[in-house]
Each structure stands twice: as C-alpha cells, then as structure tokens.
C-alpha cells in the first residue's frame, strides 16, 4: 500500500513538473526563438542538399560497392564533435531546480524523469538526426538509412545527458569525469567504428561472409550508447547540486591601460557568450579543415574545402552580427569623446580582418605538410577579410544592446528581426565559394576571389563613409534602441 501510495505521489508531482514546464513554454514563446531555429537549420540543410546534389552519383556508386551497414558506426562516431559542441552552446534544459521548486518535495526519481521527458523534447537534440536522415534517405538504402537514423538519435540523446550533467555538475570533482569520458567516447568510438570497416572489408576481400559484420558491429555500438545513456542519468540523479548561481569572484583583476581598439577584443575575451562559441566551433572548423585536406577528398570536391572557409569567416561572421552591439552598452560616453562614428565603423572592420587573418595562419601547417595552396589560401584570405567582412558592417544599422555577462546558452538577448534576415545574404559569399570551387578552373577560382578581395580593399572606406552617414542621420532611434 505504501509503494502504491509513492508511486501515485511521485505521478502527481510529474504531471505537477510537466504542466508548470508547459505553462512556462506557452508564457516565454517568441517568433524570434523560431526563427532562430529555423535559421540554424537552414544552412546545414542546404549545405546536405549541395553534397547530395554533387556526390550522389559517387556515393551511390560507393553504396553498390561495398556493405553500407559497415560505416554506420564510423558515420556517427564523426558526429559527435559538432553535436556536442551544439550542445554546449544551445542547450538549455533545465538541469538545476529553480529556488521555488527547491522549496518543494519534489523526489530526485521525479526531477530526473521530468528532465528526460525535456531532454527528449528538445529542438537541438533532433536536428543532425533529421540531416541525417535526409542525407540517407536520398543515398543508402531504405534499411541502411533508418538504422543510421535511429544510431544517430540515440548518439544525440545521450550525449545531451552528458551536457546536461555537465550542467548540473557543482563543481571540477564531477565535470572532469564527464569531459573525460567524453574524450575517451569520441576516441573509442572512432577506433571502434575504423576497426569495423576494417574487419569487414577484410572479410569482403578474403572471400569470407561480410554481411554480419556491419549489423554487428551495429548492434555493438547502440549496447554501448544505451549503457553510457543509462549511466549518465544515473549519475545525474546522484549528482547533489545546491547553489544555482556563483555569488562571488575567486580572484580580481587589476586595471590596465584601456584603449579604443583594446576595447575589441577585451569584449570578445572577457566576455562568455562571444570566447565559447568563438573558441568551440573554430576549434570545430580547423579539425575539419586538415581532415579534407587530403588527396581523395581534393579529388572528388575539386578543391572545394568547406572547413578552410568556414575558419577563416566564423569569428567575424559571428560577431559581425552585432556591430554596434557591445558599444551600445557605453555608446552615450563615446558621444561625449572626439571619436567619429566613420572611426568607429573602420576600427570594427580592420578588427574583423585581424581576426580573420589569425585565423589563416592556423592553417600554415596544412601549406607545409598537407599540401594546401597557398595561392588559394591567400586569395580566400583577401576574399572573407574585405568582402564578406565588408557585407557584416551594414548591421551597425540594426544591431540592439547586447548583455556581455548573460549565458551563451541559447540567448536571443540582442537578437531582432532585421538582424535575422539580412544574416541570410551571408549565403551570398558561401555561394560564391562554392560554385567557383566546382565550376571553374583552380587559377580561375583563385583571380575571382582575389578580385572581389581587392574590389572590397577599394571601396571599403567609401561604403564605411556611407553607412556612419546613415547612422548619424537616424542617431536618435539607435540611441533609443541601445537603451531598450
């Protein structure tokens, strides 16, 4: 009777949990979150639907070939770099009680489900599923491409469980365990996922049954996620997490020499929200930069090298959303200083490209042992610092106050409507890229990009000129915008 009687109370407060999460959602729901989403999801499916529009023909040729259930395995054991890392920067599920529910009798058993039930709910945890499953469907067979479906699913949530503990996680006694195992997954898993390719091929080639060893070793790595995925919740509802917010600084800076171009990248280091995502996803770009840059691959995309690119652009691209958008906290006092907007407008861009070239020189080992070209490398350097960087500025006219010490995780604080559409001309110079790379010649492509680069060095000054005018003309609505 009393097991009946927990079980019905442990029932009540989980409906009690869910109807107050679902009241929540109803209360906060924005179009801006939407769009955000919707965004996000946009350009990975074009870039999918680019591969299968150029590789279709190889890869199903690759299909025909050899047993498709044999790189499974190693297909998702690729994914889980970027999926943690979206993770890490998106993921904002309710791992810690808020005060008034920590007032409650709320059992650990109920909170635990109460956060699987969200977990399993969220956006960011079904979107490289739904890629995968678009990019399978339209290549592998029917069979092949629900199990790559439903492995990668099971990836994904388990890994929010890890990110999710992370989150909840007190203190460095029970992150390091997690960021340990995490490094030891994404090892062992690629080892695991090369070995099965290896043992089928082998097997293939020796004359020998190949066909059980793509579901084996299937089979292999779902046990293994379904057992790390339990372990994960495990230790969650173990974990005991007290203190929500940190209430005191552990040591103080001293105050240095400030000036107007220290206070580019003091913003951008000291702040959270823009180090993360900066840091995680270059570091995400570089590693798929050296591993296309290889002799296959150069071979099959005709030197098209997303990751060269994307390294190169990411940090300015993603900053440049918001140009005007960390002087606004203090703009009122630059008014009052001898600085003219065009100034500001040039010290914002000669920053971009700084950044941008920082970023090119990360890919000097790849020019002296993996054999990419320099003359390419500095023709994309000439490209993104002084054109796409120059397509960024016209935001200063859109670009609201953004809150320097709020969370990385999921924030739209800063974000508007105008900001959100003109993002998508950013296709403009990918697209360029792309069909340059695979239509035209290599010296070919190489004078297009230095060309539009040495256009943007032309009329960089005029087109800043032109924008400061704008933004004097209608001073007084930015004013009013950077204090709302």
Same mark, same amino acid.
Request: proline content about 4%.
């Given at each position: 009777?009393?097991?009946?009687?927990?079980?019905?109370?442990?029932?009540?407060?989980?409906?009690?949990?869910?109807?107050?999460?679902?009241?929540?959602?109803?209360?906060?729901?924005?179009?801006?979150?939407?769009?955000?989403?919707?965004? #996000?999801?946009?350009?990975?499916?074009?870039?999918?639907?680019? $591969?299968?529009?150029? !590789?279709?023909?190889?890869?199903?040729?690759?299909?025909?070939?050899?047993?498709?259930?044999?790189?499974?395995?190693?297909?998702?054991?690729?994914?889980?770099?970027?999926?943690?890392?979206?993770?890490?920067?998106?993921?904002?599920?309710?791992?810690?009680?808020?005060?008034?529910?920590?007032?409650? +009798?709320?059992?650990?058993?109920?909170?635990?489900?109460?956060?699987?039930?969200?977990?399993?709910?969220?956006?960011?945890?079904?979107?490289?599923?739904?890629?995968?499953?678009?990019?399978?469907?339209?290549?592998?067979?029917?069979?092949?491409?629900?199990?790559?479906?439903?492995?990668?699913?099971?990836?994904?949530?388990?890994?929010?469980?890890?990110?999710?503990?992370?989150?909840?996680?007190?203190?460095?006694?029970?992150?390091?365990?997690?960021?340990?195992?995490?490094?030891?997954?994404?090892?062992?898993?690629?080892?695991?996922?090369?070995?099965? &390719?290896?043992?089928?091929?082998?097997?293939?080639?020796?004359?020998?049954?190949?066909?059980?060893?793509? +579901?084996?070793?299937? $089979?292999? !790595?779902?046990?293994?996620?379904?057992?790390?995925?339990?372990?994960?919740?495990?230790?969650?509802?173990?974990?005991?997490?007290?203190?929500?917010?940190?209430?005191?600084?552990?040591?103080?800076?001293?105050?240095?020499?400030?000036?107007?171009?220290?206070?580019?990248?003091?913003?951008?280091?000291?702040?959270?929200? #823009?180090?993360?995502?900066?840091?995680?996803?270059?570091?995400?770009?570089?590693?798929?930069?050296?591993?296309?840059?290889?002799?296959?691959?150069?071979?099959?995309?005709?030197?098209?090298?997303?990751? &060269?690119?994307?390294?190169?652009?990411? +940090?300015?691209?993603?900053?440049?959303?918001?140009?005007?958008? @960390?002087?606004?906290?203090?703009?009122?006092?630059?008014?009052?200083?001898?600085?003219?907007?065009?100034?500001?407008?040039?010290?914002?861009?000669? #920053?971009? $490209?700084?950044?941008?070239?920082?970023?090119?020189?990360?890919?000097?080992?790849?020019?002296?042992?993996?054999?990419?070209?320099?003359?390419?490398?500095?023709?994309?350097?000439?490209?993104?610092?002084?054109?796409?960087?120059?397509?960024?500025?016209?935001?200063?006219?859109?670009?609201?106050? $953004?809150?320097?010490?709020?969370?990385?995780?999921?924030?739209?604080?800063?974000?508007?409507?105008? &900001?959100?559409?003109?993002?998508?001309?950013?296709?403009?110079?990918?697209? *360029?890229?792309?069909?340059?790379?695979?239509?035209?010649?290599?010296?070919?492509?190489?004078?297009?990009?230095?060309?539009?680069?040495?256009?943007?060095?032309?009329?960089?000054?005029? @087109?800043?000129?032109?924008?400061?005018?704008?933004? *004097?003309?209608?001073?007084?609505?930015?004013?009013?915008?950077?204090?709302?």
């Amino acid at each position: 009777m009393l097991y009946l009687i927990k079980k019905a109370y442990i029932c009540t407060m989980l409906k009690e949990l869910l109807h107050l999460w679902f009241m929540q959602q109803r209360r906060q729901f924005r179009w801006s979150r939407v769009l955000t989403m919707v965004y #996000f999801m946009i350009w990975p499916l074009i870039i999918v639907v680019a $591969v299968i529009a150029g !590789t279709a023909d190889q890869t199903r040729s690759l299909a025909a070939k050899y047993d498709t259930w044999l790189f499974i395995p190693l297909a998702s054991a690729i994914l889980i770099l970027p999926d943690v890392l979206m993770k890490l920067i998106f993921n904002d599920s309710a791992a810690i009680m808020d005060d008034c529910l920590r007032t409650k +009798p709320i059992p650990t058993r109920d909170w635990s489900r109460f956060t699987a039930i969200t977990t399993l709910l969220d956006f960011w945890n079904w979107m490289l599923p739904l890629l995968t499953a678009i990019f399978c469907f339209a290549i592998v067979p029917t069979p092949v491409a629900i199990a790559a479906t439903l492995c990668v699913a099971l990836q994904s949530q388990m890994l929010a469980w890890l990110v999710t503990d992370i989150h909840k996680a007190p203190g460095n006694q029970y992150t390091l365990p997690l960021w340990a195992g995490l490094i030891a997954y994404l090892i062992g898993k690629n080892v695991v996922g090369v070995a099965i &390719v290896a043992a089928g091929l082998s097997a293939g080639e020796s004359g020998g049954a190949m066909n059980w060893v793509g +579901p084996a070793g299937l $089979v292999l !790595t779902v046990a293994i996620d379904c057992l790390l995925l339990w372990l994960l919740y495990s230790y969650f509802g173990r974990m005991r997490a007290y203190d929500e917010h940190e209430t005191h600084t552990e040591r103080a800076h001293r105050i240095g020499e400030i000036t107007l171009f220290s206070t580019e990248y003091l913003g951008v280091w000291r702040s959270k929200r #823009f180090r993360l995502p900066i840091l995680l996803i270059s570091a995400l770009f570089l590693l798929q930069a050296y591993q296309q840059q290889s002799a296959t691959i150069q071979a099959d995309f005709h030197g098209l090298n997303i990751g &060269v690119y994307f390294l190169l652009c990411w +940090p300015s691209m993603f900053l440049g959303q918001w140009v005007f958008g @960390v002087e606004a906290n203090y703009f009122h006092g630059l008014w009052t200083k001898p600085y003219s907007i065009e100034q500001l407008l040039r010290r914002k861009f000669y #920053f971009f $490209v700084i950044i941008t070239s920082a970023m090119a020189i990360l890919l000097v080992p790849a020019i002296i042992w993996m054999g990419l070209s320099p003359v390419r490398l500095l023709s994309l350097l000439l490209f993104t610092c002084f054109a796409q960087n120059l397509m960024m500025m016209p935001t200063c006219l859109l670009a609201t106050r $953004v809150d320097l010490f709020s969370s990385a995780f999921f924030n739209y604080q800063g974000a508007n409507k105008g &900001v959100n559409l003109y993002g998508l001309l950013i296709f403009i110079p990918i697209i *360029i890229y792309t069909a340059a790379s695979l239509l035209l010649k290599g010296w070919m492509a190489d004078a297009l990009f230095a060309g539009i680069g040495l256009l943007g060095v032309a009329i960089h000054r005029p @087109v800043l000129r032109w924008l400061a005018n704008r933004w *004097i003309a209608n001073r007084h609505k930015h004013m009013e915008r950077y204090c709302s």
